[in-house]
């Protein structure tokens, strides 16, 4: 494939993704935001938030630590867990995200911290997969309401090889000539289905025009058809930030296995998927963002420092 040749593009805004990059902290903690519970998907579930269990391992499989985030924490501690992360990932879910609801609130809040960090000289990435995915484009077009922005898909339960923007793939960190990525990565994501699709809600193209916020920020990198050849956007990545977004489940192949699904855990899937765990844990080794004691350290995974619950789908199915 063609995707790693061309030119490296330099960004000329900010030194936002020069900056600290030479940092190589091989102690990396991701902080992931935990979200409400849903009597309706958990009705056995006492707990009033969780983390379901394969995001965890997304993040633990190269090489991070795992702290929650509580959706309910106050700004202070939020800002404190920030403080001591190297990057934030926000997980797919179901939720109602609208303005006024503490998951929407807080999650605004780390992310406008993420991009404050950024603006400073302060290199922190954040992940979004499908949900988180579709939170980055409410908070960068500026709206306050996810049923403003998001379209309607056909796309629940089926697994699409990538259609890459070529261009902006060639130029981008995830998948450019510095990403470490292999050509047959590349390769066959473009060519197998190894992308695991649940979602109803989507964006398009369209929508960028739509909300020209949005399409200042992000780059499409690439994009896929619903079942009845409706285009959407499947992974981006901001222009000037170390933000990334896939409307996919790269942590169900890996990971999750309920026969009933779509999901292909083939040779080629595990090793493709595997890479944008790899990707995002290594651009988060590029702060040196810490703790101030180890006991402080310990306290992210501990259940009295966050009551959560770890569902994972094999056992919950």
Known sequence: MAFRAGVVVLFALVCILTFATSANNNRPIIGVLT????????????????????????VEMSGARAVHIP????????????????????????????????????????????????????YFPI??????????????????????????????????????DVANTKRSRMFGPDSGVTDAILHDFATRPLTMNFHHLGVSRETYKKYP????????????KDRQGKEFISIVEAKNY??????????????????????????ESIRANSYF????????????????????????????????ACIDCLSSK
């Not at 001591?84 to 609208?98: F, I, P």
């Not at 908070?139 to 998001?150: C, S, T, Y």
């Not at 977004?245 to 292909?264: A, I, Y």
Request: proline share 4%; net charge negative; glycine share 6%.
């Open 35 to 58: 979200q409400p519970t849903s009597v309706k998907y958990h009705p056995n579930n006492i707990e009033q938030q969780y983390i379901t269990a394969s995001y965890i391992k997304f």
């Open 213 to 224: 916020a949005a399409d200042a920020f992000f780059r499409i990198l690439s994009t896929n």
């Open 127 to 164: 992940w979004g997969t499908c949900q988180g995915f579709q939170l980055f484009h409410v908070f960068a077009a500026e709206l306050l309401d996810e049923n403003i922005m998001m379209e309607h898909f056909d796309s629940w339960d089926i697994s699409y090889p990538l259609v890459f």
């Open 277 to 308: 765990s790899s990707f995002f844990v290594n651009e988060c080794r590029k702060n040196n963002h810490k703790f101030r004691t180890i006991k402080e350290d310990m306290a992210g995974n501990s259940s009295k420092a966050v009551c959560v």
């Open 71 to 122: 959706f309910d924490a106050p700004k202070e501690e939020l800002k404190r867990l920030f403080n001591g992360v190297n990057g934030l990932l926000y997980t797919g879910g179901m939720l109602d995200m609208k303005n006024g609801t503490q998951y929407f609130d807080n999650g605004l809040y780390l992310y406008s911290l993420a991009l404050e960090a950024n603006a400073k000289g302060d």
């Open 242 to 267: 170390p933000i990334y977004g896939v409307q996919f489940h790269p942590e169900w192949p890996l990971f999750e296995w309920d026969s009933s699904s779509d999901v292909n855990h083939s040779q």
